[in-house]
């Protein structure tokens, strides 16, 4: 039998070709894997960062939102209060018969037969109108409607602060 080492030797240097072009191919490869892998962890990592970023943003002004709905609720309170205690010192004070109610009749009423005298004062301010003094029941009446006015007017300030404040 006659080897041909010729051909066994072209075979081998084919071969080992071979196995070097693979060798280098998967080399090749596996650096343009190596730099797809990094620039994906760069791209993820600079998502990340954006979105935290907009994460803090969105919760600072999340923030701010609330310290401005804290402080508007603290004066919606406090206004609410001083509105509370004013209309409890008139009360009392009309309670404690410090304080009457009047009320100025039409002059042309007083002449057509109103059986209300005209009390002139010297410190008026109404210059000699004939005035009507309140029942202190009608009063109260009058100043627990004043009241709920006057908290409705506060409330409505505060929603009008509140929408003012999402608006900018």
């Not at 075979?11 to 190596?34: C, E, I, K, P, S």
């Not at 010192?89 to 410090?98: E, P, Q």
């Not at 009390?119 to 004939?130: E, K």
Request: glycine share 6%; charged share 20%.
């Amino acid at each position: 039998m006659n080897v041909p080492w010729r051909l066994l030797g072209l075979l081998a240097l084919v071969l080992a070709g071979f196995g070097a072009a693979w060798q280098f191919q998967n080399w090749r490869y596996g650096q343009q894997l190596a730099e797809q892998v990094r620039q994906h962890a760069e791209t993820l990592n600079q998502l990340t960062q954006a979105a935290a970023t907009a994460q803090q943003a969105e919760q600072d002004k999340r923030l701010a939102l609330e310290q401005r709905l804290a402080a508007s609720e603290q004066t919606h309170f406090r206004k609410m209060t001083d509105a509370q205690r004013d209309q409890d010192r008139l009360r009392d004070r009309l309670a404690t018969s410090d304080l009457r109610l009047s009320v100025l009749l039409d002059a042309s009423d007083a002449a057509k037969g109103c059986g209300v005298p005209a009390t002139a004062g010297a410190g008026g301010v109404d210059h000699a109108a004939v005035r009507a003094r309140l029942d202190p029941a009608h009063a109260q009446r009058i100043i627990a409607i004043t009241d709920t006015g006057d908290r409705g007017l506060i409330t409505l300030q505060a929603c009008q602060a509140y929408v003012r404040s999402l608006v900018h």
